[in-house]
């Protein structure tokens, strides 16, 4: 008996460029996901890259030599807590509003002021939001919510009209650019600025590049807030220190600042970097301070 069976064809192959187009599509999908990681990871992670919060251990005060009040006060980014040095006198000539770097806290600044000459002085030591004992999550708008709610109510705990206290700020690194940025928007008699920036987007163009400075959300611009504040109150007093050794932002960005608003006092430090020129020009940043008083 002869038997039939069906015979077919063998499917035909895939063709080769197909296969090689293929091949190279999925190599470029990897390779896009691969390079957009970085970008991705910059953007979100970004914050913790500026900001560097941390809490205050049970005996920080004491061991800071802080001797003066806390103030309590509430933001939209929760319960708030500065720190008043008051002056000695009965009642303060001017009020020192002081903003730390991104990695201090406020109550750093109590070293520099122990020995402050003046006794006719106070100082107002502001934490951003989420440092210290302050709730919350540090961004400029918080930052500068908060300087103006820890000074409300002081102004409040003092019996002392707003508009009757006498103002200036110091400030170290960001606190350069927080102290600056309130400065925009107050009138203040003396600005003192510690190793400043010139733009938060050009500090991160350096460290990661100026493509990718790009992502930064919020840029902190020193050049724009010196022009409006030399513009709105040309008699107010700025100081610039920056030490020649700063290795996290350059001393260059100072002098920049200085060459662009040539009525700024600036002072390179020889043999300083960006934390040791808080000790070494201790004695030039109280002397700009108290200066022609």
């Given at each position: 008996m002869i038997?039939s069976?069906k015979?077919?064809l063998?499917?035909?192959?895939t063709p080769?460029?197909?296969?090689?187009f293929?091949?190279?599509?999925?190599?470029?999908?990897?390779a896009?996901?691969?390079a957009a990681?970085?970008?991705?990871?910059?953007?979100?992670?970004?914050?913790s890259?500026?900001?560097?919060?941390?809490?205050y251990?049970?005996?920080y005060?004491?061991?800071?030599?802080?001797d003066?009040?806390?103030?309590?006060?509430?933001i939209?980014?929760g319960?708030e807590t500065a720190?008043?040095?008051p002056?000695?006198?009965?009642?303060?000539q001017?009020?020192?509003?002081?903003?730390c770097?991104n990695?201090s806290?406020?109550l750093?600044w109590?070293n520099?002021?122990?020995h402050y000459?003046?006794?006719?002085?106070?100082?107002?030591?502001?934490?951003?939001?989420?440092?210290?004992?302050?709730?919350?999550?540090?961004?400029i708008g918080?930052t500068?919510e908060?300087?103006e709610?820890?000074l409300e109510?002081?102004?409040?705990?003092?019996?002392?009209e707003r508009s009757?206290?006498?103002l200036?700020?110091?400030?170290?690194s960001?606190g350069?650019?927080?102290a600056?940025?309130f400065?925009?928007?107050?009138p203040?008699?003396?600005i003192?600025v510690?190793?400043?920036?010139?733009?938060?987007?050009?500090e991160?163009?350096?460290?990661?590049?100026?493509?990718l400075?790009?992502?930064?959300v919020?840029n902190?611009?020193n050049?724009?807030a010196?022009?409006?504040i030399?513009?709105?109150e040309?008699?107010?007093r700025?100081?610039?220190?920056h030490?020649?050794d700063?290795e996290?932002i350059?001393?260059?960005m100072?002098?920049?600042?200085?060459r662009?608003?040539?009525?700024?006092k600036?002072?390179?430090v020889?043999?300083?970097?960006?934390?040791?020129?808080?000790?070494i020009?201790?004695?030039?940043?109280?002397?700009s301070?108290?200066a022609g008083?």
């Open positions: 038997h069976r015979v077919t063998p499917e035909r192959g080769i460029w197909k296969r090689i293929e091949g190279v599509l999925r190599a470029l999908v990897v896009v996901i691969l990681l970085p970008v991705i990871y910059l953007y979100f992670a970004q914050h890259m500026i900001y560097h919060p941390r809490p251990s049970p005996n005060a004491r061991l800071a030599g802080f003066g009040l806390e103030i309590s006060y509430r939209s980014a319960e720190f008043y040095i002056a000695r006198s009965s009642s303060p001017r009020v020192w509003l002081a903003f770097g990695g806290l406020a750093d109590t520099l002021f122990q000459p003046r006794d006719d002085e106070a100082f107002l030591l502001v934490d951003y939001p989420g440092y210290g004992k302050s709730a919350g999550y540090a961004t918080n500068r908060s300087a709610a820890a109510k002081l102004s409040s705990q003092l019996g002392i009757h206290l006498r200036a700020v110091i400030g170290h960001l350069a650019a927080a600056l940025d400065a925009e928007h107050h203040v008699e003396r003192v510690i190793a400043p920036f010139t733009t938060l987007r050009e991160a163009a350096r460290v990661v590049g100026g493509l400075s790009h992502l930064l919020e902190y611009d050049r724009s010196l022009k409006k030399l513009a709105n040309p008699g107010t700025v100081t610039v220190f030490g020649y700063d996290v350059p001393e260059h100072s002098e920049e600042l200085w662009e608003f040539p009525a700024i600036f002072f390179p020889a043999g300083a970097d960006h934390v040791s020129i808080l000790e020009s201790r004695d030039l940043i109280i002397a301070m108290t008083l």
